[in-house]
């Protein structure tokens, strides 16, 4: 049984840090992708940073490069984002979910099979 | 930026068939995917590779594509299915990952 579960948000004033986790379990973790995606209040998904199942790639959305970083430890099963310089629009649920890469050929598709409860990150002015 | 454009809402009663599309410049080069959201609870996805249904789907969700638009259609719609449901892609590169705005399915 697939299980994703995210801690770490809460209230934060703006400029201020906060660190987001996610504890992974029922898969082998180090052979997948991961990626946070979060969702602001009453709007859509928006994907916000990815990194390759064995931690040598990782990219971030335009809007947090710079400023988030995003990790992972395959031996405890668990991903990770560092919040930095924090802003009132990064007020969001965040969401940890696992990056189902399929390739053919020579292009790859992501796509996001399981997903965790999410955890809410609220950026006061 | 790309973007990925969605009707903003759908209603329709019990039993109809609704159909939400997807429409991206990137298709058909892209795949479309589909996820449905309840309220307070995280995205679930019900279709992948444009019409592939993951196990413990019902089979009254379907999907197709056609040109640059893919569709979600839900045969049968029950109450249990009023939800915000997204479609997602990459733009044509398949650098970025991308999802549409969401559409609200009412089920009167």
């Known amino acids: 049984h697939v299980q994703l579960v995210e801690s770490g948000g809460g209230l934060v004033k703006a400029g201020g840090s906060l660190t987001l986790s996610c504890e992974a379990s029922g898969f082998s973790f180090s052979d997948y992708y991961m990626r946070w995606i979060r969702q602001a209040p009453g709007k859509g998904l928006e994907w916000v940073s990815y990194i390759s199942s064995s931690n040598n790639y990782r990219d971030y959305a335009d809007s947090v490069k710079g400023r988030f970083t995003i990790s992972r430890d395959n031996s405890k099963n668990s991903l990770s984002l560092q919040m930095d310089s924090l802003r009132v629009e990064d007020t969001a649920v965040y969401y940890c979910?696992?990056?189902?890469?399929?390739?053919?050929?020579?292009?790859?598709?992501?796509?996001?099979?399981?997903w965790g409860r999410g955890t809410l990150v609220t950026v006061s002015s | 930026s790309y973007g990925l454009t969605q009707p903003s809402s759908v209603s329709l009663s019990p039993g109809q068939t609704a159909t939400i599309t997807c429409s991206g410049d990137?298709?058909?080069?892209?795949?479309g995917f589909w996820y449905q959201q309840k309220p307070g609870q995280a995205p679930l996805l019900v279709i992948y590779r444009d019409n592939l249904r993951p196990s413990g789907i019902p089979e009254r969700f379907s999907g197709s594509t056609s040109g640059t638009t893919v569709t979600l259609t839900i045969r049968g719609v029950q109450a249990e299915d009023e939800a915000d449901y997204y479609c997602q892609s990459a733009d044509s590169s398949g650098a970025s990952v991308v999802f549409g705005g969401g559409t609200k399915l009412t089920v009167l």
């Open positions: 979910a696992r990056d189902q890469l399929y390739c053919a050929g020579t292009t790859c598709y992501h796509y996001f099979d399981q």
């Open positions: 990137a298709f058909p080069k892209q795949y």
